[in-house]
Every structure is written in C-alpha cells, then in structure tokens.
C-alpha cells in the first residue's frame, strides 16, 4: 500500500518554521485567487455561484490531503465548465452527481490498476485542441453576459432573460438574433474588467490580477447603480441566492436509463479530470524538482469528485494557474491546498453575502481571458508547422468539441491518440532477413573493430525482429513472410529487440511455426527476453517450438543451426538412413 500513500503524510519530513510561513502565505494568496475563478466557473457552467466555492473548499481539501502531488491545488476550472453544463441542463443536479460520483469511480480504478501514468503520454496536438475546443465554448457562453444581450424588454419594462441553446452554433445564431439589445454599460464593465487583469501585473506583480479586478469592478458598479441611478448593471445577486454554508445535497437516483445515458460524461469527466491534473502535476513538478504519483492523485480525485457534489458542490480536478501561484509564493507541500480551502470556507460562511454585489459582466470579462489563455494561439500556430497528421488531429478534435461536445471531442481524441501510437510504432518495428553471415553487435552503440562476424550457413536464415512483437508487427512479420522466395531449412528468428509479444504476436508465431513444420522447416530462438520467454512458456509456444531451440544469444543458435546443416550435408545420398535420422532428430515436435 506505500506505492499508494498519499503525500501529505510524508512531505513533513525535516519541515521547518520558515517553510510553514512560506505555506502559510501561499495558502492565503492561492485562497483569495480562487475565489473570484470559483464564482465564475460556477456561474459559467449555470449553477449557483456558491456551489464553485464549495468545491474549491471540499475537493481542494481532498486533494490536497490524499493526493500524489506536494503542491497540487484542486478545485473548479475551464475544463469542466462545458461539460457541467452540458449534463446540468439536460439531467438536472441528481444527473450531474451520478455523473461526477461515476467518473470518479473510474478515476479510482484507474489509478488502482496503475494507469495513471498513460495520461502523460496523450499527444500533445490532442491536448491542446481539448484545450482550444474548451476555450472557445467557454467564450461563446459569456457573450450574452459580456453584452449584456437580452430577449427584449416585457410590456412591465422589465427585461426578458436570453435562453440559450446548448449547441454553440445554435447560440450564435441566438446572439446575432439579439445583438440589437446589448447594453453599453455592461460592455463597459466587461472591458474594464478585461483591461485591468491585462494590465495590472504589470503595475502590481505581487496583487492577483483577478481579485483586483472583482474588488474594483465590483464596488465602481455598486455606486454607480445604488447611488448614480444607472441601469443595466446585471449582479450575482440579481440571478441567485448565495447560502454561505455546507450541506447535504439531497437529489433522487435517476433510473438505469438515464445512468446509461449519463455514461458518456461520466467517462469524460474522468478523463478530461485525469488529462489536466497530471499535466498540472508534471508542470508543478518541473517547477519544484519533485515527482508527483499519477495513481495516488487520481484515487484521490476520484474519492473528490464522489464526495464534492454531495456536499454541494461539482466535479473538479487540479488547477494549474492556481498550483503554479502557490509554488511562486514559496509553497511546497499539502499544507498550502489545506489552507487554500479553509481561507475559501471562512470567505463562503463570512463574507459570502458580499459576493452578490459582483456584475455578472465582471465575471465574463474574467472568463475570456481565461478562455483567450485557454486557447494559447501562440501555441497553435507553432502547431501549424508540424507534419500533417498532427494538423487534422489538432483541427479534428477542436472542430468535434465546439461541433457536437467535449464528451465527443474527450473520446474520439483518446481514440486517435491510440491510432496514433499503434501507427508510429508500427512504422518504427521492422523485420529483416539475413542470409550468408550476420554482424553480431550490428544495432548497438558497440564500437565496430569490436563487431562479430558470423557466416550462416547455405539453407540458414535469420529474422531479425526490432520492436514490440505486437499486433502492428505481427501483421508485418506475416506479410514479409508471404513475399519470402526460397524456403530454407533453418530460420532463426532473432528476438533481442523485442520488449512484448501480445497475443496477436502470439497467434502469428504459432501459425508461423505450424507451417514451417507443414514445409520441414526449423525455427530457432534467438536473444528471447525473460518476459518475454515467460509469455511463450504460458502460451506453450516454448514447447512447440522445443526447449532445446531456444538460446540466449545469436552465437549459439548459429552455431546450433550450422551443426544441423553440416549433418545434413554429410548424407551425400538424401534417402540413405542418415539423412532420414538427421531429419527426424531435427522435425519439430509435435
């Protein structure tokens, strides 16, 4: 159970004062940061706003305290905005907690199984085209409150709230539908907003930009509409009811039905939850110096999202931006998500009522920057120079995310980074015949006056197999098989270089071997890896083949096979009894 230990329970070793302070302050700043991306990620994926800070408090918490990184903050982000929404609107809230606790239980079992690590290896194109998908939903949300854009105004004079269709190209045509009601003072507030995140780092470096934009905005608007009597200054407060407490969540169990249908997102939140926290986790790490376990951090944020919706708030995962602000003000262990949370929950239970005075413009104007960092175009366009492959997974995945949704973007993306992988090392195994005399360290990085020559002799031939003895390979080995002209009467199938054999592997080397018997042919191992030898002694392969045939080293099977055909060759007539002896002696087994 080490492998599995969570780090807040051995990051203490040798923990100073000094370093508690350091803690302490980057736990203060990384709380007052995620308060106003809390409020808005909430907002954006259309809960109460509330439900962001109780999942910064209960999931930050969690992570922090069971995870497997040292400095990784959890809660609410971009990445799951779209797809809360999504399952928000159609399943209502008992669809969004089925949904979060399914996801997380994969989640645990992923890093149960040690998994974890595959998500390190998802394609960097399909990465960034979620990220670009994700980016451009979550502007193309904000424009009805970046705007101000409405259905019109009642015949009481008060203003018709704009419905909006999941769909994002539905939502635009919605917006171009209305464009003729924005409101001049929201887009006011949306800019400054958008101006003062820009700009004040350059001014204040060490004031987060975002909380200094929500206090400005914030108290600029509050006197302006309660004491200038200016209009059209939409805040929280006019949209929800913030309860600054911690509670039960009641819902009802939705049927199997509806699970069935809930699947999909369920799947995507685990996987869209495990691609950004272990790419946090490797940021934080590279930051630090430290290394981050996969499979602890996963169970840990499976455990999260089963726990968090319960109380109250929604599905989450780690948090870059606010993993990166701790480590920069000096954070280094669980201590800092711990107080992280407990600063969100002094803000929730005291302060929470202040929180309905925010514009909701102010809270757009925030997302679009997030949505424009989100989208990194710096990034894309370096894309733009990598080979064409890359290019159509990148445009593909963006265009099946923005299209359709992020669950259909999450799953064909994870299936293309399969492909993907399956073809490059296809491309990268090869399978070479040797006749005449083969160079013993040829492929290595051994000098060459030290190389070994060995001549084979006339009926001998050696396969030489570079790479995973998988179904790619296998379907390879099988077609050079089929272009090979003369049969000879020993082939030595070199295996150095072969990592794994599948059970495709498996299949293709049986059938390879039952008909060379069927044409009096030897097969002869070479250089089998003991775990390879391991799978072919479980399969039986090993004594198909014969035990006797099977060497550690290219030098024995030669001079083995070499000893067969000299016998052979000393029968000067091929009927006489000691030809038929040498045949029989060297027939495969049945």
Request: hydrophobic share 50%; charged share 20%.
């Given at each position: 159970m080490n492998q599995f230990l969570p780090q807040s329970l051995t990051a203490f070793k040798g923990y100073t004062f000094d370093q508690f302070r350091k803690d302490l302050v980057a736990g203060i700043i990384v709380g007052v940061v995620?308060?106003?991306?809390?409020?808005?990620?909430?907002?954006?994926a259309g809960v109460s706003p509330e439900k962001g800070l109780i999942t910064a408090i209960v999931f930050g918490f969690i992570v922090s305290a069971l995870g497997g990184s040292k400095t990784q903050i959890?809660?609410?982000?971009?990445?799951?905005?779209?797809i809360v929404s999504s399952v928000y609107m159609q399943f209502g809230l008992s669809g969004l907690i089925v949904a979060s606790a399914m996801g997380g239980l994969i989640q645990i079992a992923i890093g149960a199984l040690r998994l974890g690590n595959i998500f390190k290896y998802i394609p960097y194109p399909i990465m960034i085209g979620l990220n670009t998908g994700i980016a451009i939903s979550i502007f193309s949300s904000q424009i009805k409150d970046a705007l101000g854009l409405s259905a019109g105004i009642s015949p009481e004079g008060e203003v018709i709230p704009l419905d909006l269709p999941l769909n994002l190209l539905e939502k635009w045509m919605v917006y171009f539908r209305h464009i003729h009601t924005i409101e001049l003072t929201t887009v006011l507030v949306t800019v400054v907003t958008i101006l003062i995140i820009?700009?004040?780092?350059?001014?204040?470096?060490?004031?987060?930009?975002y909380l200094f934009a929500v206090i400005v905005v914030t108290a600029v608007a509050y006197v302006l509409k309660h004491y200038a009597g200016i209009e059209g200054i939409t805040t929280i407060g006019d949209?929800?009811?913030?309860?600054?407490?911690?509670?039960?969540t009641g819902f009802e169990f939705p049927d199997m039905d509806t699970i069935e249908k809930l699947f999909p997102s369920a799947i995507t939140i685990a996987a869209m939850g495990a691609i950004v926290s272990i790419v946090s986790c490797s940021v934080a790490d590279g930051a630090t110096g430290d290394r981050h376990n996969s499979n602890t951090e996963l169970i840990a944020e499976g455990i999260g999202n089963i726990v968090t919706p319960i109380l109250g708030g929604i599905p989450a995962t780690g948090a870059v931006a606010r993993t990166m602000v701790g480590i920069s003000n000096g954070g280094r262990t669980p201590l800092v998500g711990i107080i992280h949370s407990v600063i969100v929950l002094l803000i929730l239970l005291f302060l929470g009522s202040l929180a309905q005075h925010i514009p909701t413009a102010c809270l757009a104007g925030m997302l679009v920057v997030v949505?424009?960092?989100?989208?990194n175009f710096k990034t894309l366009r370096s894309l733009m120079k990598n080979p064409k492959s890359d290019i159509a997974v990148l445009w593909t995945t963006v265009a099946l995310a923005v299209i359709f949704n992020l669950s259909v973007a999450v799953e064909v993306g994870l299936l293309m980074a399969v492909l993907l992988f399956l073809r490059r090392v296809a491309e990268t195994t090869q399978v070479s015949v040797l006749r005449g005399e083969i160079h013993v360290l040829e492929g290595t990085d051994a000098p060459d006056h030290h190389d070994e020559k060995l001549n084979l002799a006339k009926g001998v031939e050696v396969?030489?197999?570079?790479?995973?003895?998988?179904?790619?390979?296998?379907n390879k080995f099988d077609s050079e098989m089929r272009i090979i002209?003369?049969?000879?009467?020993?082939?030595?199938?070199?295996?150095?270089k072969v990592p794994f054999i599948d059970s495709t592997g498996i299949h293709n080397l049986e059938m390879f071997i039952n008909q060379s018997r069927q044409e009096h042919i030897r097969i002869i191992l070479s250089g089998v890896r003991p775990e390879v030898?391991?799978?072919l002694d479980k399969n039986q392969v090993s004594q198909l083949i014969g035990e006797e045939y099977i060497f550690d080293n290219i030098n024995a099977a030669v001079a083995k096979a070499n000893e067969m055909m000299e016998r052979i060759h000393q029968s000067k007539n091929p009927g006489s009894p000691l030809h038929h002896e040498v045949n029989m002696q060297e027939s495969i087994p049945e």
């Open positions: 995620a308060l106003p991306l809390s409020l808005a990620f909430a907002i954006a959890g809660g609410p982000t971009g990445a799951f905005v779209m820009i700009f004040i780092p350059r001014l204040l470096k060490k004031f987060p930009p949209r929800f009811s913030i309860e600054g407490s911690l509670s039960l949505a424009y960092n989100m989208a396969f030489e197999l570079d790479g995973p003895f998988f179904f790619g390979m296998a002209g003369d049969k000879p009467r020993i082939r030595i199938l070199r295996m150095r030898r391991l799978t």
